[in-house]
């Protein structure tokens, strides 16, 4: 007897219908998917990462940084002439020790040294009537009025006033360098401001015993320039160079104002990055410090910190080595 055929069962019409319909609604996304270059990025608004050569930290600084300064000599304050906040001019007085008795060196050195001009005056006197002496009796001892003896005892008086002179003359010079370092002594007894500046700290108070060791009584704020102190990753040393245009902005709100700069100079010596956050990082990173002039003159406060965007215009083309 023969089997029937058999045949395969019959898809139902609505799921042919629904398969269908899936394909034509993903067939664009495919297409799309397949035409788009791997390396589109996916969101049009974002910032290529090429507008910046390199970014680094940084902070606010001036040349030469903030100076402190002692009493060179040791004494009691009797004078502090300026406040934390003042601005003080070159030269301008910024505390004084008691002064008495530098003082009363001074005048101890000035009495010795007009005591030594008088010394050296009373032998020129001395001199002048000794060569007169001289002369007469030469004079009388060649006419026969007198003896050869008495000539060369003259002789003998005026080179010896001649030595008293000469010493004279020596103590006159000690006497004056006596002045000079009394004077010298005096002036130490008064601090005076080195530049124009501004106070930003004071720890002294009239009264205060102080001395060389005790520390900065005043520490002042130069009034010049500001400078950013970036610290560059040694990753990113080739590609900055001096002269290249940087922006900076303020390292808490990115949102911020910012600063137009450009490199002044390229460190030689890598160390350790300090104003890291992170403290793996810190450990880890080695940096160089990138010193940078604004553009314009900037008032930012010492210390502040910054983020440092150098413009990927000004970088090298080349392959520059690293350091």
């Known amino acids: 007897m023969k089997l029937p055929a058999l045949r395969p069962p019959r898809r139902p019409r609505a799921a042919m219908l629904v398969r269908l319909g899936c394909l034509v609604v993903a067939t664009p996304w495919l297409l799309a998917a397949c035409s788009r270059h791997p390396d589109e990025p996916t969101n049009s608004t974002s910032t290529p990462v090429s507008a910046y050569a390199a970014v680094a930290r940084g902070r606010i600084d001036i040349e030469g940084g903030l100076l402190a300064l002692s009493m060179p000599r040791e004494g009691t304050l009797a004078r ?52 007169q002496r001289a ?27 001649d030595a008293e002179q000469a010493a004279a003359r020596a103590a006159l010079s000690m006497a004056g360098q006596k002045l000079t370092e009394a004077r010298y002594e005096l ?26 060791s005790y520390g900065a009584l005043f520490t002042l704020l130069p009034q010049r320039p500001r400078i950013v102190r970036a610290e560059l990753n040694e990753s990113f040393v080739g590609r900055i160079r001096p002269g290249m245009h940087a922006d900076v902005v303020a390292d808490s709100d990115s949102n911020s104002a910012h600063w137009g700069a450009h490199v002044l100079r390229i460190g030689r010596v890598y160390g350790p990055a300090t104003l890291e956050n992170d403290p793996q990082i810190r450990a880890n990173s080695r940096t160089v410090e990138c010193v940078l002039a604004f553009d314009q003159p900037q008032n930012l406060r010492i210390g502040q910190r910054v983020m440092v965007r150098f413009s990927a215009a000004d970088a090298p083309t080349g392959g520059a080595p690293k350091g």
């Open 80 to 131: 502090v002439a300026v406040h934390e906040g003042d601005q003080v001019k070159k030269g301008q007085l910024l505390a004084q020790l008691d002064t008495e008795p530098a003082r009363l060196a001074v005048d101890a050195a000035q009495a010795q040294r007009e005591q030594a001009q008088a010394q050296l005056k009373l032998l020129d006197v001395k001199q002048g009537a000794a060569k």
């Open 135 to 161: 002369r007469r009796l030469v004079a009388a001892a060649a006419a026969g009025a007198g003896d050869g003896q008495s000539a060369d005892d003259a002789r003998e008086a005026i080179a010896q006033i």
């Open 187 to 212: 002036k130490q007894r008064s601090l005076f401001a080195p530049f124009d500046a501004d106070v930003v700290h004071v720890a002294a108070q009239p009264g205060a015993s102080v001395s060389p």
